[in-house]
């Protein structure tokens, strides 16, 4: 139990420092999205979401609230949308299970300006997916290379796909260490096909997300780019500084020969000189005598 405790503590500092500590969706609750999905009794309880109905509820730590979505045919066309999020910037994550209760899609909550976010989309057009940046892990692990070159890393494409037509079931599940939260669900539609701005919308993320993609394929080259020019950049660092050790120590060597060749030049005359002054001292003494 304390060891339990400890974990949560340290796993919490941790998530407050910005380093992402990987949890596991607890058995208990896979086997509760099992039975649900199968139709087998079970004590978990789940809520039916409604078109653009939001529900609010609170998430245990290290637990899950279950939704039902009744998928339409008339929706298939268009697809849509579950979005899920956090004002205490809680994290979590949106689980989305396959028919036999199996997992089929993990989201795990990003940070927003004011919230924390995760959303599942459902629709039939290529889109990609983006998780969070985190810097400190790049820190810890290269400090050489500039972070702009990790901006996209997890930038991902996903394929199209649609639901289709039966009940579904997802769940919120808690990755709060200490401490429940509250979460705010809704599933949204698209009506790309009735309302023009959507239509727009839609083919403005689009080309967006494209132009990210192929904005990553060309940081990657670059990376290499770069990474040949630091090394290269180092190299002549290190080139100048032993030539500037080099040309110092020559200037030195070059200083010091000229000294040893002046006084090499000077010792004839300062030898004659030290007899002159002798010579002179003694007929000083003389005159006294």
């Not at 494409?157 to 009940?167: F, I, K, P």
């Amino acid at each position: 139990m304390i060891f339990n405790i400890s974990g949560r503590v340290f796993g919490a500092l941790f998530s407050k420092l910005g380093v992402p500590i990987p949890t596991q969706i607890g058995p208990k609750v896979l086997s509760q999205a099992r039975s649900l999905c199968e139709g087998t009794p079970t004590d978990a309880k789940y809520s039916v979401l409604e078109e653009g109905i939001p529900y609010d509820g609170s998430v245990g730590k290290q637990e899950a609230n279950f939704f039902k979505i009744r998928m339409r045919s008339e929706w298939e066309e268009n697809g849509l949308m579950i979005i899920c999020r956090s004002f205490q910037m809680s994290k979590f994550k949106l689980v989305f299970f396959d028919k036999e209760g199996g997992v089929r899609i993990i989201q795990e909550s990003n940070k927003r300006k004011s919230c924390t976010m995760a959303e599942i989309f459902f629709v039939p057009f290529n889109r990609a997916n983006l998780s969070d940046f985190v810097p400190v892990k790049f820190y810890m692990e290269d400090k050489e290379t500039p972070l702009t070159f990790h901006l996209l890393d997890t930038l991902e494409t996903v394929g199209a796909h649609t639901l289709e037509q039966r009940d579904h079931f997802l769940c919120v599940y808690g990755d709060n260490w200490i401490k429940d939260f509250i979460s705010s669900i809704c599933f949204a539609l698209y009506y790309k096909s009735v309302h023009g701005a959507m239509l727009e919308t839609v083919d403005d993320l689009t080309t967006t997300e494209k132009e990210l993609m192929k904005k990553k394929e060309e940081m990657s080259k670059f990376q290499v780019e770069y990474t040949e020019a630091i090394k290269k950049y180092k190299e002549v660092v290190q080139k100048l500084k032993s030539e500037t050790k080099e040309i110092n120590a020559l200037l030195k060597k070059r200083e010091d020969i000229y000294e040893a060749l002046e006084k090499e030049s000077m010792t004839p005359f300062m030898a004659s000189k030290l007899d002159l002054q002798a010579h002179s001292a003694k007929g000083l003494f003389s005159s006294w005598f």
